[in-house]
């Protein structure tokens, strides 16, 4: 899952207006961080098949970042974090617990698309329902989720009369990316190290969608009334 995993993002931010976006766009992917920099360290593993329909990911070795009890670890981590960091903000346990489920609702995504490859216990007990080998229903559900989600994030601002526009166009740009992800290339050669660039690739997609959050939504308050 990619754009699908932001619906998390979207639905707290309608539910907690002022936690800042980016926060929320990090935690939905935060486990796929972890994931990218332990593949590139040699500690998880994956490989490419590109005959594989939807996603070229074999998805080898990853107890770390996307087994169930290594995501609850995520989450408390994410709880703990928040509160540290976001303590003074109103409703600071509530908040928390937003960035937490955003972190967890990673796994959930994943189980829906994903071939079994997450680990009920460690990298034991694999599981997966592999939406992706059906790639139309899998790109409906994720494009699907986005749009409900922003529409909902822009309707929650709306009332409390903030700018709607930071989400609407940000589900704009996952939608663009989503499509070049589902119909377009694999980034890098299977034979000749392309886990390297594509994880390269996804990490470089986590900071931009993140970035473009922040622009969006500090433009967003710029036009917003005292």
Same mark, same amino acid.
């Given at each position: 899952?990619?754009?699908?995993?932001?619906?998390?993002? &979207?639905?707290?931010?309608?539910?907690?207006?002022?936690? *800042?976006? %980016?926060?929320?766009?990090?935690?939905?992917?935060?486990?796929?961080?972890?994931?990218?920099?332990?593949?590139?360290?040699?500690?998880?593993?994956?490989?490419?098949?590109?005959?594989?329909?939807?996603?070229?990911?074999?998805?080898?070795?990853?107890?770390?970042?996307?087994?169930? *009890?290594?995501?609850?670890?995520?989450?408390?981590?994410?709880?703990?974090?928040?509160?540290?960091?976001?303590?003074?903000?109103?409703?600071?346990?509530?908040?928390?617990?937003?960035?937490? +489920? =955003?972190?967890?609702?990673?796994?959930?995504?994943?189980?829906?698309?994903?071939?079994?490859?997450?680990?009920? %216990?460690?990298?034991?007990?694999? #599981?997966? &329902?592999?939406? %992706?080998?059906?790639?139309?229903?899998?790109?409906?559900?994720?494009?699907?989720?986005?749009?409900?989600?922003? +529409?909902?994030?822009?309707? +929650?601002?709306?009332?409390?009369?903030?700018?709607?526009?930071?989400?609407?166009?940000?589900?704009?740009?996952?939608?663009?990316?989503?499509?070049?992800?589902? &119909?377009?290339?694999?980034?890098?050669? *299977?034979?000749?190290?392309?886990?390297?660039?594509?994880?390269?690739?996804?990490? =470089?997609? &986590?900071?931009? #969608?993140?970035?473009?959050? %922040?622009?969006?939504?500090?433009?967003?308050?710029?036009?917003? *009334? +005292?």
């Amino acid at each position: 899952m990619l754009a699908g995993h932001y619906t998390a993002a &979207f639905v707290a931010k309608g539910l907690e207006p002022k936690l *800042p976006f %980016w926060v929320l766009l990090v935690a939905v992917q935060a486990v796929d961080i972890g994931w990218a920099l332990l593949v590139m360290a040699g500690i998880e593993r994956v490989t490419l098949d590109p005959s594989l329909p939807s996603n070229p990911l074999v998805l080898e070795y990853m107890p770390y970042t996307h087994s169930l *009890p290594a995501t609850l670890v995520w989450c408390l981590a994410a709880y703990a974090i928040t509160r540290a960091r976001f303590g003074s903000l109103r409703r600071s346990s509530r908040a928390a617990l937003l960035v937490a +489920a =955003a972190v967890g609702s990673h796994w959930l995504g994943d189980l829906i698309v994903h071939r079994p490859d997450l680990g009920l %216990w460690g990298d034991s007990y694999k #599981v997966g &329902f592999a939406l %992706w080998n059906w790639p139309l229903a899998s790109y409906a559900l994720e494009v699907g989720l986005l749009a409900l989600s922003a +529409a909902y994030a822009a309707r +929650a601002l709306a009332i409390r009369g903030l700018a709607v526009w930071p989400p609407l166009s940000l589900a704009g740009l996952l939608f663009v990316v989503q499509t070049g992800a589902s &119909f377009g290339g694999t980034p890098g050669d *299977p034979s000749d190290g392309g886990e390297h660039a594509l994880v390269v690739s996804a990490l =470089a997609g &986590f900071v931009i #969608v993140a970035a473009a959050g %922040w622009a969006a939504e500090r433009a967003g308050q710029r036009g917003e *009334p +005292a």
